[in-house]
């Protein structure tokens, strides 16, 4: 199955600051790659799919980039509603699988 | 709006199964797969299967695949998760979310909390 590695595990920013979260696969997941936000006591919601397109709702101020191997989510100034965990999950090839996650706290 | 409404928090003895539905509304169940994801406390996203509702065929997690079914009863636009011989492991937080197929899943249910106490 392939291998999401997240990095980093966490980041600790302050409002206004840019966050670049990575995700890395064992193999190639073209661009079948999405960002799911996680908060507390809540289920996943799906932020960006298809490496970089954003779901209704997802403010412009989220990004993600990437295919391949390698893909970026970015949040260029984040908000307090940002502070979450951040999971990628491939759908190219079954099982699915997800990355561990990075979480995004205040600093 | 398309919602799905899971069922409420078990309890089981190690060694007992689960049932866990999974109601649609604001679709037809048919129309999407649907996926079931399981999260342990303070842990990440752990995929359990999918189910192609329309046909009733599944794909399971090898880790799953010798006690799991999923089932769905399309007249009620309701899914199934069905998971046997608990250990203390699968204490978690059980969640269905729909997918197209060969797709991310773009709407989740509440969250059901399993947990396998002696």
């Known amino acids: 199955e392939i291998v999401l590695t997240q990095s980093p595990g966490s980041l600790s920013l302050s409002p206004g600051e840019r966050a670049t979260l990575s995700c890395r696969a064992s193999q190639s997941v073209s661009r079948y790659l999405a960002w799911y936000q996680q908060k507390p006591g809540q289920a996943p919601r799906l932020l960006i799919y298809?490496?970089?397109s954003r779901t209704t709702g997802t403010p412009d101020r989220l990004s993600g980039s990437g295919s391949g191997t390698d893909f970026t989510l970015t949040i260029t100034s984040v908000e307090p509603g940002d502070f979450a965990v951040y999971y990628c999950?491939?759908?190219?090839?079954?099982?699915?699988?997800f990355g561990q996650g990075t979480k995004v706290d205040i600093k | 709006q398309v919602q799905l409404v899971q069922s409420g928090a078990e309890v089981k003895k190690p060694g007992a199964s689960v049932n866990v539905s999974c109601k649609a509304s604001g679709y037809n169940l048919i129309a999407y797969y649907i996926h079931w994801v399981r999260q342990a406390p303070g842990q990440g996203l752990e995929w359990i299967g999918w189910m192609n509702p329309n046909t009733g065929t599944t794909n399971y997690a090898q880790n799953f695949q010798d006690r799991v079914a999923m089932t769905r009863d399309p007249t009620i636009n309701t899914a199934h998760l069905e998971l046997s011989s608990l250990t203390f492991r699968d204490s978690a937080l059980y969640f269905c979310?729909?997918?197209?197929?060969?797709?991310?899943?773009?709407?989740w249910g509440q969250g059901t909390q399993l947990t396998v106490s002696s």
């Open positions: 999950q491939q759908y190219a090839i079954s099982p699915p699988t």
């Open positions: 298809g490496a970089s």
């Open positions: 979310a729909r997918a197209n197929w060969r797709g991310p899943a773009d709407a």
